[in-house]
């Protein structure tokens, strides 16, 4: 007890009280992001009572909005990624970090309309989350110019989409040029033939 009270300068009630409010405030933080693992004893009893729910379920899921069905879109421009800003209901809700996509869908209530977070839908994020920031000229993936410490909260914040979202893409360039009837591609202000376009 004395060793705390020399190396912290706090009381050993006074510390104890802080770690626990710490351990209280990481456990609340992480749950918003992380859907927690149930212990065994209740996976089993959810296991076996979801056999006699799953018709109520069922009656009750068809009358709530159901969450669309995650799809696997590939390789997607910014311009695309607006349209699955959750203002269509019948599409998925996506955010992409770092360039990759994800299906938020299943937050809904964070990153759909109305949300908190609903400016980051359907937009590569990335120097936003960064920065903690709000303002719509940080909503673009350009992280040029971030600082390490920033860099290592977009990491976080990554780490933390891999692990709670399915990735569903990833953002490319927009593209400036259209495919020939051979599958070439050359830029718009072309002819097929490579005259410029008048």
């Known amino acids: 007890m004395d060793t705390i009270t020399t190396y ?5 009630a006074a510390f ?3 770690l626990a409010l710490m351990c209280v405030v990481y456990k609340t933080v992480c749950s918003m992001f992380v859907d927690p693992e149930p212990p065994e004893d209740l996976k089993n009893k959810l296991i076996s009572s979801s056999a006699a729910a799953s018709a109520a379920t069922a009656a009750n899921f068809s009358n709530q909005t159901m969450i669309p069905e995650t799809v696997q879109l590939g390789d997607v421009t910014e311009h695309e990624l607006r349209a699955y800003d959750g203002s269509d209901p019948n599409k998925p809700l996506l955010m992409a ?3 990759q996509i994800y299906d938020v869908s299943r937050s809904r209530m964070f990153y759909g309309p109305g949300g908190p977070y609903a400016m980051f839908a359907g937009r590569d994020a990335s120097r936003a989350l960064a920065l903690m920031s709000f303002d719509p000229q940080d909503l673009t993936g350009n992280v040029e ?3 390490d410490s920033e860099l290592e909260v977009l990491q976080d914040w990554e780490y933390k989409f891999m692990e709670k979202y399915v990735k ?3 953002i490319v360039s927009e593209q400036t040029s259209k495919p020939t009837k051979n599958g070439d591609k050359v830029p718009e202000n072309q002819n097929h033939d490579g005259a410029e376009a008048q």
């Open 8 to 12: 912290t300068g706090l009381s050993p």
């Open 16 to 18: 104890f009280t802080i």
């Open 97 to 99: 970090i770092k360039g």
């Open 145 to 147: 110019g971030l600082s």
């Open 168 to 170: 569903v893409g990833q």
